[in-house]
């Protein structure tokens, strides 16, 4: 399966761990090899770096670690090809504007009805590729543009988190649906079932989640692979599997999570129907 890798911070940093490292926690590095990516918000806009083929043997991921690229949001993915073929387009994160800012998104399972459910028409957004996961994105900012009103104003945390749970429970029956979606101002992140090694599983938890408040003087720190600036930092970071041995929490099935300024602050929980903060 895909594997995902969020981050919120409440100061500027780089995820330093490899691509190709994030990609050997789904299994032998030559099962997924169809194309990745990685999202640094700036503002709000995005720098996407993304390709197709194998992360540890592309230009750009080498570039990528070159670079002191620096972002209080970051995504990355890995592609395992369920649905099209290995192809730029349709390699994640997918990226589009939405009310003057760019939104990006990241799937990780399957859902073959997506395509074809009368549940998930498009209007104003369209793929470019021929996956779930590309068309599940159009569909989520479709439903957000009706709390998206106003270009470049950010309608309150909890309305966005409302959206985007009511659109997660609706994807769950489809397949397995974690995602981490952003709009510069949040990332959500929405855990459900993964294929769990070694047993080859379909079952929770699908993401993971690790939150530290970093303090430190002078120099830049480096915390198992993620690089901050001096002084006092809040650090979220968001994974298919724990990729440190620190204690990692697990999502709930069907959580849907907002983290802001490198904290959890709102929780949806599937289980009682209500969000509630951190």
Not at 87 to 106: C, D, I, K, T
Not at 169 to 191: I, Q, T, V
């Amino acid at each position: 399966m895909c594997e995902l890798l969020g981050m919120s911070s409440s100061k500027p940093a780089t995820l330093s761990l490899s691509l190709p490292r994030l990609a050997a926690h789904g299994g032998p590095p030559t099962l997924i090899r169809d194309g990745w990516g990685v999202a640094y918000y700036e503002g709000r806009d995005v720098r996407l770096i993304k390709d197709v083929g194998p992360a540890d043997q592309s230009d750009w991921v080498r570039f990528v670690a070159a670079h002191d690229l620096r972002s209080t949001i970051v995504m990355a993915h890995i592609r395992k090809a369920t649905m099209g073929e290995p192809a730029y387009r349709n390699a994640q994160p997918f990226a589009r504007e939405l009310a003057g800012r760019m939104h990006v998104f990241s799937h990780n399972g399957w859902m073959p009805e997506m395509l074809t459910s009368p549940r998930f028409r498009l209007g104003r957004f369209a793929p470019i590729g021929e996956t779930d996961s590309e068309q599940a994105f159009c569909n989520l900012l479709e439903r957000l543009q009706e709390v998206w009103s106003e270009p470049r104003a950010a309608p309150s945390l909890e309305a966005r988190l409302s959206v985007v749970a009511a659109f997660a429970s609706e994807l769950r029956p489809l397949g397995p649906a974690n995602f981490l979606y952003s709009d510069g101002d949040a990332l959500f992140a929405h855990g459900d079932r993964r294929k769990q090694l070694p047993t080859q599983t379909v079952e929770p938890p699908g993401l993971v989640f690790l939150q530290r408040q970093c303090r430190f003087d002078e120099n830049p720190s480096s915390q198992n692979g993620v690089v901050m600036a001096s002084g006092d930092q809040m650090v979220s970071l968001v994974a298919s599997v724990p990729l440190t041995d620190e204690q990692w929490q697990s999502f709930g099935q069907g959580d849907v999570i907002a983290f802001s300024g490198g904290r959890a602050v709102l929780r949806h929980s599937a289980d009682e129907e209500r969000a509630y903060p951190l």
